[in-house]
């Protein structure tokens, strides 16, 4: 604990904080440029100057640690001119570009400019120019702008975890470079465009497209993996123009993933914004039609349609009202065959902490031992993954992996693609099990490719009885955490929506199926069927249809999601579903009319007060549960065979994960930039 | 019987026959446009006391359609200039395009790329999205 005195004000500060902190404290701005909260102190940029007395000259205040007694004044004579001279030196190589500039109106310097900067300029020399570097496909750079602040330089080597970028060249031949011209190897580099205060480094897809100040901006949460990214939908007209990460502390701090920020473009692509009908006869084809239409198609399918022949599957992207609401429709009409686990997973849900990420994302901090079992964090959770390297890089973490090989940007003991490696760390044979033993705060984390076919009970059962043994359950810890990667899924189970597999639901007795944004479906298991698909975009599941109902993505409607830790979040509407298309709550609700059943609803109000009815959870917003450890004493005999490799694949590759992902063609680019990465280095 | 109807009372198709009179009574011929038109001027000179100044006129040849008058012509029919263009003709510039009359309402108005009339096929715009087609 450190007492300063601040223009007049006196501050007490925890140990360890800089001079900047305690300014910030006392209410005192201070401009900066390479300082930030996540990153490492740099203090090259020395804009934070303030003048500390007994001090013979200014001092960086974000680089200072604050110590007792100090007495800083920030808005003297002296620090008006120190602040006045630093901005004249940066911008001596600034361009004056601010018109054709991405970050007007946006920008760090731009605006401390004003605040800070001198009048007119006294510069009238030539300003230098530095040649712009290829930083792959998602980030376009101005390196003439760049002012050497090496945020990203930081970011890249702390956060990222690739080394890839870095200063070369001294004093006014300094440059930010890839070293070898290519883009960053992680899924995060997205996030140095967020970071970089100046336009030296902006979006590529979103070059010259829009200006910041003509976007409408909506608070909503994402919907691209299970994590639920708090993210920020930037809109003009009906066009979202760019996804920024939004602060929430508890999820993703201020990073997202790649894959949320620039899936953006495949909401305007494929889209269905029709009803489509099957022809009848040899060559059906599908054809647009009307909403009645449709219906009237449906009906006539239905007719004569036993109780349970009904059954339905759940897409990834599914939100919570479409699911209890076609859960309802079913119900209705007799049937329970309703599933969400698409990818053949087979975890135990007695209980909700048996398949959600019990330890929390920030929980993830203070766990001081991991296992990952058959999980490809970077992957599946990418800020999740994150948060392990966060923890990783403190120091006093072990972790071991358990599955097949992968690179997660920091080091993971590699036990082997095995199950009995993980028996034998339950038993206790193995040598990670003293790791699990000697840590206060052991965690587990098991990938949804673990608990995948034959073998996924066999892995859950021996999760809890590792979780048991080690005390990785207990009354202020929770360390049994289940990665699930699709959006839809917390919401589905906790709703119950299991009907013992896929298989089983497209059983032969099965007249009439639906999909709600179901792709990934076998299309042999399908003929026969009569399919009503219910979705936003024209994917696999649309083409295996009879009839297509469309409906809104996650930014057309306001909605409920379950993220991985069990935190429900709602989506805020930012644009309007094209065309035809509907929110799937309505469709269902339509859909009863057509079935001549009473689903109990007619509007969102009273559709929610059903659904808090039933699951009293969902309306307790970004709340976690808390430690629940109920149904954890489960003791199942171990039966695994001697060898099993462990999938933990992604389905169509990591950017390639869902039908909004697929139609976007940012993406479509980033793979196609990896896989030429790799070429090229497989070659040279 | 009806066109001479016509040319006594309409004078939006072809000038009337009291024009013609009137022309043949005090015009002078000027000269004539590419187009045929042909330019008079009164014979009498008006009085400069009076404030008059010369009279000058324009028969068509077809259509009454002011637009058809190109530039040099009309500044003289203004008293920009003294002299006619067949007497004083105008510099032509190298990028001086022919005179070409106004083809508002006609079929070959002008529209812009991306109008219904010109084809409807427009540039992408904001919100505008790919449906998908099986």
Known sequence: ?684 | MFKFIKRIFIWWEVSTLGTQWHTFLHGEKVGSDDEGNLYYKGKKKAPLSAGMPERRWVVYNGDMDATRIPAEWHAWLHHTSDLPPSEAPLETKAFETPHETNKTGSKEAYFPAGSPMSGGKRASATGDYEAWRP
């Not at chain 1, 970071?195 to 897809?205: D, M, N, Q």
């Not at chain 1, 686990?341 to 849900?349: E, P």
């Not at chain 1, 696999?540 to 469309?550: H, K, M, R, T, W």
Request: glycine residues 10%.
């Open chain 1, 1 to 684: 604990m450190a007492t300063l005195t601040i223009d007049g004000i006196e501050v007490t500060v925890e140990a360890g904080a800089t001079v900047l902190q305690a300014c910030e404290q006392a209410g005192a701005e201070i401009p900066r440029f390479c300082y930030h909260e996540r990153l490492s102190i740099a203090g090259n940029c020395r804009m934070c100057l303030v003048e500390l007395e007994k001090a013979p000259k200014p001092i960086a205040s974000c680089a200072m640690p604050a110590g007792d007694g100090m007495v800083v004044h920030t808005k003297t004579e002296t620090v008006k001119k120190a602040r006045e001279g630093v901005m004249e030196f940066l911008l001596i190589n600034h361009p004056l570009d601010c018109p054709i500039c991405d970050q007007g109106g946006e920008c760090d310097l731009q605006d401390q400019a004003v605040g800070y900067g001198r009048g007119l300029s006294r510069y009238d020399e030539g300003k230098r120019a530095v040649k712009d570097k290829n930083m792959g496909p998602l980030i376009s750079t101005t390196m003439t702008r760049c002012i050497h602040c090496m945020r990203c330089v930081r970011f890249a080597t702390e956060v990222a975890g690739a080394d890839e970028l870095g200063a070369l060249g001294r004093g006014e031949g300094s440059e930010v470079t890839t070293y070898l011209e290519g883009s960053l190897n992680s899924e995060m580099s997205g996030n140095v465009i967020d970071l970089c205060p100046v336009g030296a480094l902006t979006s590529k897809p979103y070059a010259f497209t829009a200006r910041s100040w003509e976007l409408k901006k909506t608070e909503t949460i994402d919907v691209m993996d299970a994590v639920g990214s708090n993210i920020r939908v930037d809109s003009r007209g009906n066009q979202i123009m760019r996804i920024l990460p939004r602060l929430n502390e508890g999820i993703n701090e201020e990073w997202i993933s790649d894959k949320t920020r620039f899936h953006y473009d495949g909401l305007l692509k494929n889209r269905l914004d029709t009803a489509f009908v099957k022809s009848s006869g040899k060559n059906a084809k599908l054809k647009p039609a009307s909403w009645q239409d449709a219906f009237k198609a449906i009906k006539k399918a239905a007719k004569g349609v036993k109780a349970d022949a009904y059954g339905a599957l759940i897409g990834d992207l599914a939100d919570v009202e479409a699911m209890f609401a076609l859960k309802t429709l079913l119900g209705q009409l007799g049937s329970k065959s309703i599933e969400c686990r698409l990818d053949g997973s087979t975890g135990q849900t007695s209980a909700r902490s048996s398949y959600i990420f019990n330890t929390s994302i920030g929980g993830i901090e203070h766990a001081d031992a991991c296992l990952l079992v058959g999980c490809n964090p970077r992957e599946e959770a990418t800020l999740i993954n994150s948060r392990l390297r966060k923890r990783v890089r403190v120091g006093g973490f072990a972790i071991a992996n358990v599955g097949p090989k992968a690179d997660l940007g920091y080091p993971v003991e590699e036990l082997g693609n095995d199950f009995n490696h993980l028996a034998q760390v339950t038993v206790g044979t193995h040598k990670f099990a003293k790791a699990l033993k000697a840590a206060k705060n052991p965690m587990v984390i098991i990938g949804q490719g673990a608990l995948k076919g034959k073998n996924g009970a066999g892995v859950m059962a021996s999760c809890l009885e590792l979780a048991e043994k080690y005390g990785m359950v207990s009354e202020d810890w929770n360390g049994l955490n289940v990665l699930q990667h699709a959006a839809s899924r917390v919401g589905a189970l906790d709703m119950g929506l299991m009907a013992g597999g896929v298989d089983k639901v497209l059983g032969d007795k099965t007249e009439i199926v639906f999909l709600l944004g179901a792709d990934d479906v076998d299309a042999d298991k399908l003929k026969g069927k009569f399919v009503i698909y219910m979705g936003s975009h024209g994917d696999a599941g649309a083409s295996l249809a009879d009839v297509i109902l469309p409906t809104a993505a996650y930014t057309e409607k306001q909605a409920t999601y379950v993220n991985v830790e069990g935190r429900v979040q709602r989506t805020v509407q930012a644009t309007f579903p094209p065309g035809e298309a509907r929110e799937d709550w309505t469709v269902v609700r339509a859909l009863a009319d057509v079935f001549g059943v009473d689903v109990g609803f007619n509007n969102m109000g009273e559709l929610r007060a059903k659904l808090y009815e039933a699951y009293p959870h969902f309306a307790d917003e970004d709340v976690l549960d808390g430690h629940d450890t109920k149904g954890f004493a489960t003791k199942t005999v171990m039966k695994m065979g001697k060898v099993t490799s462990i999938a933990a694949e992604f389905a169509g590759g990591y950017y390639m994960s869902n039908p909004i992902a697929r139609s976007s063609n940012i993406l479509a680019e980033v793979v196609a930039n990896i896989a030429e990465q790799q070429g090229s280095k497989a070659h040279g």
